[in-house]
């Protein structure tokens, strides 16, 4: 089967990315959520991303502009999906919300259709059975910014049928990615699994008053050559990611620990609204955070 037309559930920061950049590479997209007002944002994104595919990757302004044209945008999910070749879903990261998404899904969706999730901590199997189609279900994670961190992720289960999964790793490819194949179900993927235990240190370290925010940024800037340390890099992916992680740690190993990271996130990040840079203020304040001061490691 050759994808053509690609649905993508979840217009928030990577589904109106996962939306622009496939349209970008000359795939019909449709870009679905649940409320016209968030879709009239994700709009709003999409022009935003013109200029920094312009400032990036050095694209052409009439390829952005097409690439606009090839979305479109809706609320009803019949419609959403009636043509559908592939589907990538980027809802919420709630193992139930997913499972009624699919549940739901399952019963409008054309057979050929390939359904992927960009879940970056839920395993596939524990909602396969909920798409009614679990040999055509897959992982397809993409990581932030993926014009420029252009690495997907593909990660089948136990009962994703082989040649499935090879398809959508030649439909990353078609986009521009770095593909990295997955032969064995792990949380967190290789990116996350190198990411998560990083940004857990930083954190720990921060919650147990052992260095300030700035501090273990520049530790690890400095020693490492690196553009950033954790905690910034914690306001790029989120706290509401971030809290999300150590939610789904807490639930599968039942550990205290996990527990307290869990808390101490929603304390002092989820509940302040102090979700990083999309709410202006995580670590660090935004714009113009204290890491990108040209003194900042002086």
Same mark, same amino acid.
């Given at each position: ?67 606009? %044209?090839?979305? &479109?945008?809706? #609320? /009803?999910?019949?419609?959403?999906? @009636?043509?559908?070749?592939? =589907?990538?879903? *980027? ?113 720990? %370290?921060?919650? &147990?008053?052992? #260095? /300030?925010?700035?501090?273990?940024? @520049?530790?690890?800037?400095? =020693?490492?050559? *690196? ?72």
């Amino acid at each position: 089967m050759k994808i053509k037309n690609v649905t993508v559930f979840g217009s928030g920061v990577l589904g109106a990315q996962i939306a622009f950049h496939t349209a970008y590479h000359g795939y019909d997209v449709t870009l679905f959520d649940i409320k016209e007002e968030l879709l009239e944002n994700a709009k709003l994104k999409l022009e935003q991303f013109k200029a920094l595919y312009q400032q990036d990757i050095k694209a052409a302004p009439a390829d952005l502009d097409a690439a606009v %044209l090839r979305v &479109n945008f809706t #609320a /009803d999910l019949p419609e959403s999906v @009636k043509d559908a070749d592939l =589907t990538i879903e *980027a809802i919420p990261e709630s193992i139930q919300i997913k499972k009624d998404f699919y549940t739901r899904l399952a019963l409008l969706a054309p057979a050929k259709t390939i359904f992927c999730t960009n879940s970056s901590t839920l395993l596939p199997s524990r909602f396969a059975a909920q798409t009614g189609r679990p040999n055509r279900f897959l992982a397809l994670h993409f990581a932030n910014y993926l014009w420029k961190n252009n690495v997907a992720e593909i990660m089948g289960h136990a009962t994703t049928d082989p040649e499935i999964f090879e398809q959508v790793v030649a439909f990353a490819k078609t986009i521009g990615m770095l593909t990295i194949p997955i032969y064995k179900e792990q949380p967190g993927y290789v990116m996350n699994s190198l990411l998560v235990p990083w940004l857990i240190a930083g954190l720990d %370290l921060y919650r &147990n008053g052992v #260095a /300030d925010a700035a501090s273990i940024d @520049k530790t690890w800037m400095k =020693t490492l050559g *690196a553009d950033l340390g954790p905690m910034a890099m914690a306001d790029l992916v989120g706290m509401t990611t971030a809290y999300n992680v150590t939610t789904s740690f807490a639930e599968l190993t039942g550990e205290q620990l996990w527990k307290d990271r869990r808390d101490f996130l929603k304390e002092n990040f989820i509940a302040k609204n102090k979700l990083g840079i999309s709410t202006g203020e995580g670590f660090y304040s935004y714009p113009d955070p204290a890491y990108e001061d040209v003194d900042f490691l002086k």
